[in-house]
């Protein structure tokens, strides 16, 4: 919605950003807002451990990281092959 209301993304635009480099702004349209998403969820994690008092809270919070990490590559996935295709097709 930020890049959306900041460049006034229309389609042709959105399109041309997804096939920049290649294919590779849609990496970056996918991948650099999970990566903010996770390091804010990191500091969050730990300090939610801390404050339930649980005794491995660096642990409990990678596990964290890791297990948003492992959902995302699948779900990012299927969804990279659903907008590839939308593109391609048009």
Known sequence: MLIKKAFHMNETKWRDLFKYWKGKGLYVVM???YLITLVIIYPLSLLWF????FE??????????LLLTLTGI???SKLEGMVLNRIQGN
């Open 74 to 76: 699948f779900k990012f």
């Open 56 to 65: 491995y809270s660096t642990v409990g919070a990678i596990t964290i990281i």
């Open 50 to 53: 801390e404050w339930i008092n």
């Open 31 to 33: 991948i650099l807002p």
